[in-house]
Each structure stands twice: as C-alpha cells, then as structure tokens.
C-alpha cells in the first residue's frame, strides 16, 4: 500500500466517523 492511499483511508474513515456522530 502506497502512503498516500494509507494516508486517505484513514482521512475518509475519520471523515464517515465525523459525520456519523455528528
């Protein structure tokens, strides 16, 4: 897995996280 793909995984599953709770 590249950095960049390691890097937006886990910036889109925060995102999903954020608005769920939201």
Do not use: H, P, T
Not at 1 to 21: D, H, T, Y
Request: hydrophobic share 50%; charged share 20%.
């Amino acid at each position: 897995m590249l950095f960049w793909q390691a890097v937006a995984c886990s910036f889109i599953e925060m995102c999903q996280k954020g608005k769920r709770s939201a």
